[in-house]
């Protein structure tokens, strides 16, 4: 337990002195974000409805942005190994990890997500369900990018790799997740939606660092 | 590299291990390639001519409803073909058998192609039917997703310099990708959207005349064995392939 906080405790340190690769990330978040009211034109009725919709998918390439060097830079100059000796097993060290990437960057997207939301014109009442359900958003996609990553440390194209493996693993949450606010900004139930991403959440936080394991341990055979 | 021109190990028993040895499964294989071959080519030809020519045309479809004896047999194929690939990534993570890796290999592109097929077939039935090329329906959508999972598992596979590790990886990453084929089947079940719920059930009598069923089976037994044929003889040229680049490699 102590060497997983450890893990945590560098992950964050890591990230605090490299603070412009977590800053670009939050700043790549608002400005796709911005983007769109640009292209669609600032409808307020129309920025309104597609609102949910735009913000995950943008939560989503901003949080899979710094994915790729979730253990590139450990793999490359070799101190994985090292990592994997401290006597954490495999999928603790992926835990952790993962655990490390939510907190640098899945939980900065989350703050950065309110000024957002009210920016395309959210509801007040909608914004605490709209940052719950993001939240179990972010943890799910940092479970799953985290996993691809291990699978595909180590592959020449991992750049292009990376969207391919972990966007088809990710629809049924942005599909859920996008679906839980727009079904209370149209008061309807959004329960069934929510108890799914729940579900898929439940499903992913045993069996991904467990994957992810595996792939480390391939990566360092 | 194993060594694939050992000896098969003498076993009196039936063993299904036994055609895991590569040379074992490569003289079985050819003993079976040319019967599975000829069988496809004739259901094939029997049922594409019959669905295509003599089968009635639908009261409500018309002819379109034809598409159906390529479609349904592709779309049984994708996932079935997937799950094939899943039980071989199974094998080689479990028992390490290079065969299993080798079939993963050759099941991945064809059922990619498959899936292709499914889609596109759907999509030029639905433009007459629904009046659009495509929808983002459950069922359409989780079969786009299947697609993308096996380019993923081929992009993977020859994405590692050393080809074993590229194996082993592919295979986690088929493993992973399952989740996607319950969502495929119950699909048109969960959520009641734009595709027909399935029509063909094991308890109930089939909802369909039977003289639409006829072909479909005819078809659908051409293209499963269209397929086992297709990937027995990718899979024998690849062990060939690989004793050859043995045997180079020792000489």
């Not at chain 1, 999928?91 to 899945?106: D, E, M, P, Q, R």
């Not at chain 2, 499914?118 to 007459?128: E, M, N």
Request: charge should be neutral.
């Amino acid at each position: 337990m102590r060497i997983f906080l450890f893990f945590i405790h560098r992950e964050i340190q890591l990230s605090l002195k490299y603070g412009t690769d977590s800053l670009g990330t939050i700043l790549f978040f608002i400005l796709i974000a911005s983007l769109f009211p640009l292209a669609l034109g600032p409808e307020p009725q129309l920025l309104r409805q597609i609102a949910p919709g735009i913000l995950w998918v943008c939560v989503l390439l901003a949080a899979l942005l710094p994915i790729e060097r979730l253990f590139n830079h450990e793999y490359e100059d070799g101190s994985l190994e090292q990592l994997l000796l401290l006597g954490l097993p495999p999928y603790g060290v992926a835990f952790a990890k993962i655990v490390g990437h939510w907190l640098t960057t899945g939980m900065p997207l989350l703050i950065a997500s309110v000024p957002l939301a009210l920016m395309f014109n959210f509801p007040y009442h909608a914004i605490p369900l709209f940052l719950f359900s993001l939240m179990i958003g972010t943890g799910c996609l940092s479970l799953l990018g985290g996993m691809a990553t291990c699978i595909a440390l180590g592959a020449r194209r991992s750049a292009f790799l990376l969207p391919l493996l972990t966007f088809p693993l990710l629809t049924p949450i942005i599909i859920f997740g996008a679906m839980i606010t727009d079904a209370q900004l149209h008061a309807l139930n959004y329960m069934p939606h929510l108890q799914l991403l729940g579900a898929c959440f439940a499903l992913a936080l045993p069996l991904c660092p467990f994957v992810a394991g595996a792939g480390l341990k391939l990566a360092v055979e | 590299m194993t060594n694939t021109s050992s000896s098969p190990p003498s076993q009196s028993s039936f063993n299904i291990h036994r055609f895991a040895n590569p040379r074992t499964f490569l003289r079985f294989a050819s003993k079976i390639q040319s019967w599975v071959t000829i069988s496809a080519i004739i259901f094939l030809v029997i049922g594409v001519i019959w669905g295509l020519c003599f089968s009635p045309a639908d009261w409500q479809q018309g002819d379109s409803v034809r598409i159906m004896y390529i479609h349904v047999p592709m779309a049984i194929l994708a996932s079935g073909g997937y799950f094939a690939l899943a039980a071989c990534a199974l094998c080689s993570l479990i028992w390490k058998h290079p065969l299993a890796d080798l079939a993963a290999g050759e099941i991945g592109p064809i059922g990619a192609v498959i899936t292709a097929l499914c889609l596109i077939t759907g999509s030029l039935w639905g433009k007459p039917m629904w009046g659009t090329w495509w929808v983002w329906d459950a069922r359409l959508t989780s079969v786009l997703v299947l697609f993308f999972l096996y380019l993923g598992h081929i992009t993977l596979l020859h994405a590692f310099d050393n080809q074993q590790k590229g194996y082993k990886a592919a295979a986690i990453l088929a493993l992973v990708g399952v989740f996607d084929l319950p969502i495929i089947k119950f699909s048109v079940n969960w959520w009641h959207t734009l595709h027909q719920p399935s029509t063909f059930s094991i308890i109930h009598a089939p909802a369909m005349s039977l003289s639409m069923i006829w072909p479909l089976i005819f078809c659908f037994m051409g293209f499963a064995l269209g397929f086992i044929a297709l990937v027995c003889m990718q899979l024998r040229a690849a062990i060939l392939e690989r004793q050859v680049r043995h045997f180079l490699l020792n000489e």
